[in-house]
């Protein structure tokens, strides 16, 4: 079955530099990668999501990289705020979106 | 997102006590999920039902029971046999080449 890869665990930023968070999959068969922010207490929500026919793609401030070949895919968020420190978590899915596999997460802390 | 419901948003249990979380959701959505998350961790997979009448185990399903008799609805049950239940629930859905969604979740403990 897939196994989804996170890195770093935690990362500290200072406000108003970038933070990269990068993720590794096994199956070649996913198709779809979603990036989920959790703060704390509060429930996982869609913040980017790409998939295999597209190498990146951009949301104001976030942005994510896939390299299919390489099996891996990367969150960029630039202009860090402290709204951005929460949890952040990647996945992968190999079948129309379900069956969701997700990394275990990075603690993002962004330091005024 | 408001599509799924969550209920109760806390919830205690007894030593030998089945309890019951409720996920219901009106999205119209095919796929429903349950995720237990212990404090500081990822998301683990416990029961996935991608129809009506239908579900599989995921990760970590000992413990758990689950039924999917209509579409809207996919309640958890955490038996007596989880001898270790305190975590954060999560119910999720999503349709064909979605994402999930979530609900907000209940923090199950025990007393």
């Known amino acids: 079955g897939e196994n989804v890869e996170q890195h770093p665990s935690t990362l500290s930023v200072q406000e108003g530099d970038s933070a990269v968070i990068k993720c590794t999959y096994s199956?070649?068969?996913?198709?779809?990668f979603p990036w989920y922010k959790q703060e704390l207490g509060k429930r996982p929500q869609l913040i980017i999501d790409?998939?295999?026919?597209?190498g990146e793609k951009k949301d104001q401030r976030i942005a994510v990289t896939l390299n299919k070949t390489a099996k891996h895919f990367s969150l960029h968020i630039t202009e860090t705020q402290p709204e951005d420190s929460a949890v952040y978590f990647c996945a992968a899915s190999s079948y129309y979106g379900q069956n969701f596999v997700f990394g275990p997460g990075t603690r993002l802390s962004v330091l005024p | 997102d408001g599509g799924i419901t969550q209920s109760p948003k806390y919830l205690f249990r007894k030593e030998g006590q089945n309890v019951t979380l409720s996920c219901e959701q009106n999205l119209n959505h095919d796929a429903m999920y349950w995720y237990r998350q212990d404090p500081g961790q990822g998301l683990r997979l416990i029961y996935y039902s991608q129809i009506v009448n239908d579900f599989q185990k995921g990760d970590i399903a000992e413990g758990y029971s689950v039924s999917r008799e209509k579409k809207e609805s996919f309640p958890l049950t955490v038996t007596s046999a989880q001898k270790n239940p305190t975590a954060f629930y999560l119910c999720?859905?999503?349709?064909?080449?979605?994402?999930?969604?979530f609900g907000d979740g209940t923090r199950l403990s025990i007393l």
């Open positions: 790409i998939r295999s026919n597209v």
């Open positions: 999720a859905s999503s349709i064909e080449d979605q994402p999930q969604h």
């Open positions: 199956d070649s068969a996913s198709n779809y």
